[in-house]
């Protein structure tokens, strides 16, 4: 049973902690955020202890309440306040947020010298899988024509990122990339391969951001899976996790 501790009980927190609730694999054990409310001894809707990180002693803390792995749904600043303590007990580290600074993002990589880290800007299971396979179907037919489309809810007023990033993972431009805006559609993306005589869809729908906590519980089975330390992208672990499953099939 692998122990965790999330960092972060905003709206993507508090339902990753749901979710990781029913992985049987996984014990969530207490929820950090920022500031603890000085009224509020646990976090809701998962009922566990909760912490402030600016509140207390991170290293007594985590001595006397363990953990194998640290999940991170806060915010671009809250890696440097836990870092160090992932390198000194090599924690594993499961980290989503999606506006890291470069600087961020060299730091991050630098925590993989000594522990098994992921940092990943987009944690959907499905997501991540529907790139894999888009890419791979590219790759077999390069000469088909290919569009993106994305819908979301009415009044989301930029192109989604996670559409930008299947454009850039298939070297498209933004331009190839079709938006709609209807009502209160959460998450919808497809990846339309034209071909002369048939044509392909791959697609995706989000329908909670519980889906964010299956993601996270992916990374983190897969880190701990992994021998020595390293830096790794979603795509990374699911390649591993596919070529591992292809070898044995
Ligand atoms: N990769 C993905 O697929 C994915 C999906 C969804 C969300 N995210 C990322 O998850 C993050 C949170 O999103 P959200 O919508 O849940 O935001 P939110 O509702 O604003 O919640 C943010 C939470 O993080 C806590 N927090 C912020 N800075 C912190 C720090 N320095 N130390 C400890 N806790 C801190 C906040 O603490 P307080 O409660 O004390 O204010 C709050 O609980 C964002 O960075 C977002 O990009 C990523």
């Known amino acids: 049973m692998l ?22 694999d ?32 991170l290293a007594d803390w985590l001595d006397e309440h363990p953990v194998d792995a640290l999940i991170d749904f ?32 060299a730091y991050i990589r630098s925590l993989g010298e000594s522990a098994r880290v992921m940092s990943s800007p987009n944690i959907t299971l499905g997501i991540n899988f529907l790139i894999l396979a888009a890419r791979l179907l590219r790759e077999i037919a390069p000469h088909a024509d290919i569009a993106i489309l994305e819908e979301h809810f009415r009044d989301k007023p930029e192109i989604s990122g996670t559409a930008r990033k299947i454009a850039e993972s298939l070297d498209l ?45 992916f990374a983190v089975r897969e880190l701990a899976k992994q021998v020595g330390p390293g830096y790794f992208s979603f795509e990374d672990l699911l390649m591993q996790r596919m070529r591992t499953q292809w070898l044995q099939a």
């Not at 972060?8 to 902690?17: H, L, S, T």
């Not at 969530?28 to 646990?42: F, G, M, N, S, V």
């Not at 890696?79 to 600087?103: F, Q, W």
């Open 173 to 217: 431009e933004d331009a190839s990339i079709t938006s709609l805006r209807l009502g209160g559609i959460v998450g919808h993306h497809e990846v339309v391969f034209g071909f002369p005589y048939q044509t392909v869809r791959l697609s995706h729908d989000s329908i909670r951001r519980e889906a964010f906590g299956t993601g996270a519980a």
């Open 3 to 24: 122990k965790i501790g999330l960092i972060g009980c905003g709206k993507a927190g508090q339902a990753v902690a749901s979710a990781l609730q029913g992985e049987p």
């Open 26 to 57: 996984l014990a969530l054990r207490w929820i950090a955020r920022r500031t603890k409310p000085r009224d509020l001894d646990e976090c809701c809707p998962a009922g566990l202890p909760v912490v402030g990180l600016d509140q207390i002693d």
């Open 74 to 105: 806060s915010g671009p600043d809250a890696v440097h306040l836990y870092g160090e303590e992932v390198r000194r007990r090599r924690l594993i580290l499961v980290t989503a947020i999606s506006a890291y600074s470069e600087a961020d993002l």
